[in-house]
């Protein structure tokens, strides 16, 4: 009898999960701009001297290299622009719904995932959010470095949602963001710092009410325009 049981043969075409394999990161090392999964944010010339809470961001790979949309139809890779990361959040792959097929999803939406575009692994959704997104214009009100790394994380479903924009993403980076270390806080703060200094010294208790009004102006445009003007926006 040349009848082998079957059972005990493995089926490369039948896997019992369907689970994206997930190796272990390497650790993060600010000297060498290494934030493996990270979110990362740093100040921006005169925008952040007047709004602090205002910056650059870029999402990195596994491992650890820095993308970020940093002009029309330009995405960089491995030179975060305006210079190092100053803040960081290390994201978790396992909140990321990566299916091989329609009916793998471990998100909810998985129709509506697979119309927004889906990606098999992290890099994956960072390399296809980068050749779509060099091909758009940059804008700092409607296409902006936040518009990036909100379609990469809807292409990954990130949190079992599809609704990351920029909103959300500035405030994950402002509320759970770790700085990289005190002069990270020092470069962030200290250019806004000597503009209030300076404003105040030659201009007077006026230039406080300008700046506060600019800041509500910048912050209404984009809770308008991501929630009541959606179609001006790129995700």
């Given at each position: 009898m040349k009848l082998t049981q079957m059972d005990d043969v493995e089926?490369?075409?039948?896997?019992?999960?369907?689970?994206?394999?997930?190796?272990?990161?390497?650790?993060?090392?600010?000297?060498?701009?290494?934030?493996?999964c990270c979110l990362v944010w740093t100040s921006l010339p005169v925008v952040s001297w007047l709004a602090p809470f205002i910056?650059?961001?870029?999402?990195c790979m596994e491992d650890g290299t820095i993308v970020d949309?940093?002009?029309s139809n330009f995405v960089n890779v491995d030179e975060f622009a305006y210079g190092s990361v100053a803040r960081y959040i290390q994201l978790d792959r396992k909140q990321c719904c990566f299916p091989?097929?329609?009916?793998?999803?471990?998100?909810?939406?998985?129709?509506?995932?697979?119309?927004?575009?889906?990606a098999i692994s992290w890099d994956d959704a960072i390399n296809s959010s980068r050749r779509h997104f060099e091909h758009q214009s940059y804008n700092?009100?409607?296409?902006?470095?936040?518009?990036?790394?909100?379609?990469?994380?809807?292409r990954m479903a990130y949190g079992g949602t599809l609704d990351w924009n920029m909103i959300n993403v500035a405030g994950l980076v402002f509320l759970s963001g770790r700085w990289v270390n005190?002069?990270?806080?020092?470069?962030?703060?200290?250019?806004?710092?000597?503009?209030?200094?300076?404003g105040v010294g030659f201009v007077g208790w006026p230039f406080l009410v300008?700046?506060?009004?600019?800041?509500?102006?910048?912050?209404t445009w984009f809770v308008v325009g991501t929630y009541c003007l959606k179609s001006l926006l790129e995700y």
């Open positions: 089926d490369p075409f039948n896997t019992k999960s369907d689970e994206h394999d997930l190796w272990p990161l390497d650790e993060i090392d600010p000297t060498k701009a290494r934030f493996p910056g650059h961001v870029g999402l949309f940093s002009g091989a097929n329609l009916s793998s999803h471990t998100c909810k939406q998985r129709y509506k995932h697979a119309e927004r575009g889906i700092l009100f409607t296409c902006n470095c936040h518009s990036f790394v909100a379609t990469c994380l809807n005190v002069m990270s806080v020092v470069r962030a703060f200290l250019p806004f710092t000597m503009m209030v200094c300076i300008g700046l506060l009004m600019f800041c509500f102006l910048l912050i």
